[in-house]
């Protein structure tokens, strides 16, 4: 059974920075893509990064880049989303989602989130 | 940058025909993704591809794609399907995911 756990989670002041973890386990790992999808508290969806499954290609939504990483280590089965300079708009729900090959662009499986609250 | 619309809303009764519509320029050329959030849970992908169905979704769920406009049609809805419907897809890069703005689904 596939299973990604997010955590790192946590309140964070603006200006500050976080680190999330999504371990992963069920499936080949380094065979998928991952990406990092936010959901704002009460509010709908936005997708944030995207990593390929051999880590070499790396895209981000335009509301993040230059602040945020997204980054994996297969040998641990973990994907990384490494967040600075955090705005109050950054809080939300963060998921890490599975993709469907590769270097898909879509994803199958979600996990059940980390939150990031940004506020002083 | 690029944008999917959706309705915020629609309402059904059960037994009757639920129709989502999701717009995008890119459409014509690029898939749409279809997911259910139900209240506290996290999304679902019930279809894939304009129209495929994953395993353990329920027939009724079904997809199309003409345009600029994909469709989720939910044929003869329950009340277990009252949720919120998210269509994705990606920019004309392929590289740049782009959720709708969701559409809260009430059967009742």
């Known amino acids: 059974e596939v299973q990604l756990v997010e955590s790192g989670g946590g309140v964070v002041q603006p200006g500050g920075s976080l680190r999330l973890s999504c371990a992963a386990s069920g499936f080949t790992f380094d065979d998928y893509a991952m990406d990092w999808v936010r959901q704002t508290p009460g509010k709908g969806l936005e997708w944030v990064s995207l990593?390929?499954?051999?880590?070499?290609?790396?895209y981000y939504a335009d509301s993040v880049k230059g602040r945020f990483t997204i980054s994996r280590d297969n040998s641990k089965n973990s994907l990384y989303l490494q967040m600075n300079s955090l705005r109050t708009e950054d809080t939300a729900l963060y998921y890490c989602a599975k993709g469907t090959g590769g270097s898909s662009n879509w994803f199958d499986t979600w996990g059940q989130g980390t939150l990031v609250t940004v506020s002083s | 940058s690029y944008e999917l619309t959706q309705p915020p809303s629609v309402s059904v009764s059960p037994g009757q025909t639920a129709r989502i519509t999701c717009s995008g320029d890119?459409?014509?050329?690029?898939?749409a993704y279809w997911y259910q959030q139900k209240s506290g849970q996290a999304p679902v992908l019930v279809i894939y591809e304009d129209s495929k169905r994953p395993s353990g979704i329920p027939e009724r769920f079904s997809g199309s794609s003409s345009g600029t406009m994909a469709t989720l049609t939910i044929s003869g809805a329950q009340v277990e399907d009252e949720a919120d419907y998210y269509c994705?897809?990606?920019?004309?890069?392929?590289?740049?995911?782009?959720f709708g703005g969701g559409t809260k689904l009430t059967v009742l």
């Open positions: 890119a459409l014509p050329k690029k898939y």
């Open positions: 994705y897809s990606t920019d004309s890069s392929g590289n740049h995911g782009v």
């Open positions: 990593i390929s499954g051999d880590g070499g290609r790396t």
